[in-house]
T-cell receptor, first 114, second 109 residues
Framework: DGGITQSPKYLFRKEGQNVTLSCEQNLNHDAMYWYRQDPGQGLRLIYYSQIVNDFQKGDIAEGYSVSREKKESFPLTVTSAQKNPTAFYLC?????????????FGEGSRLTVL | GIQVEQSPPDLILQEGANSTLRCNFSDSVNNLQWFHQNPWGQLINLFYIPSGTKQNGRLSATTVATERYSLLYISSSQTTDSGVYFCAVVTGGGNKLTFGTGTQLKVEL
C-alpha cells in the first residue's frame, strides 16, 4: 500500500543525546515536511524539502537538522541543542509544493526526553 | 504571517446531532485542508477545498475564499467522530501549510 511510514512510533531519550526520526514515503511525492505538535496545540513547521538535496527551514528549525538524499526519505535529527524536544512529530508529503495539492501525513513519532 | 482561527474551540454533542465548525483566515489562500486528528494522533485528510463545496458521506465542507472562511458540517454525529478537527491553509505564493488551533469535539451516547 502507498503511504508514509514513520519510525519509531515511541522514543525515549536522555537529555544531551541526539535522536533521529525516520520518514519514508512510497507515493512518489517530490515534497516532504516535518511538523511538531505540543499538547493541545496545532502543528508547527520545522523543515520542508521540495526536491532531493534541497531543504528549507520552517518556523521552528532551531535544534533540528534534516537531510534529503533520496526522494522517498526525509529523516529528522533532534539534537541536544533543542531545548524542549518532548513532543509529537509528524512527517508529511505532497506531490509538489503545498500550493499545488494536498498534504498527507504519517502516523507520527512521540519523543519523550527523560 | 497568516492567522487561522477556528471556532468553537470545544464542542460536546449527543450522538445523532449535527454541528458546524468554522475556520477564518486573514489572507487569500491557494490551499485549504480539513483534517481529523484521532485519539492516537493520526491526522486523517477530510477535504482539500480551497474553494467551493464538497461532500463525503456525513461530512461536507464549504470554502468562501472571497470572504476568507471555511465551514465543516458534520451530520448525524457518531462517537467515532470525536477528536480534534484542524483547518490548515497555504497563502498565495506561500510554501507552508499553516494550521489553526483546532476544535476539540466529543460525541457522547
Amino acid at each position: 500500500d502507498g503511504g508514509i511510514t514513520q519510525s519509531p512510533k515511541y522514543l525515549f531519550r536522555k537529555e544531551g543525546q541526539n535522536v533521529t526520526l525516520s520518514c519514508e514515503q512510497n507515493l512518489n511525492h517530490d515534497a516532504m515536511y516535518w511538523y511538531r505538535q505540543d499538547p493541545g496545540q496545532g502543528l508547527r513547521l520545522i523543515y520542508y524539502s521540495q526536491i532531493v538535496n534541497d531543504f528549507q527551514k520552517g518556523d521552528i528549525a532551531e535544534g533540528y537538522s534534516v537531510s534529503r538524499e533520496k526522494k522517498e526519505s526525509f529523516p529528522l535529527t533532534v539534537t541536544s541543542a533543542q531545548k524542549n524536544p518532548t513532543a509529537f512529530y509528524l512527517c508529511a508529503s505532497s506531490i509538489q509544493g503545498p500550493n499545488t495539492g494536498e498534504l498527507f501525513f504519517g502516523e507520527g513519532s512521540r519523543l519523550t526526553v527523560l | 504571517g497568516i492567522q487561522v482561527e477556528q471556532s468553537p474551540p470545544d464542542l460536546i454533542l449527543q450522538e445523532g446531532a449535527n454541528s458546524t465548525l468554522r475556520c477564518n483566515f486573514s489572507d487569500s489562500v491557494n490551499n485549504l485542508q480539513w483534517f481529523h486528528q484521532n485519539p492516537w494522533g493520526q491526522l486523517i485528510n477530510l477535504f482539500y477545498i480551497p474553494s467551493g463545496t464538497k461532500q463525503n458521506g456525513r461530512l461536507s465542507a464549504t470554502t468562501v475564499a472571497t470572504e476568507r472562511y471555511s465551514l465543516l458540517y458534520i451530520s448525524s454525529s457518531q462517537t467515532t467522530d470525536s477528536g480534534v478537527y484542524f483547518c490548515a491553509v497555504v497563502t498565495g505564493g506561500g510554501n507552508k501549510l499553516t494550521f489553526g488551533t483546532g476544535t476539540q469535539l466529543k460525541v457522547e451516547l
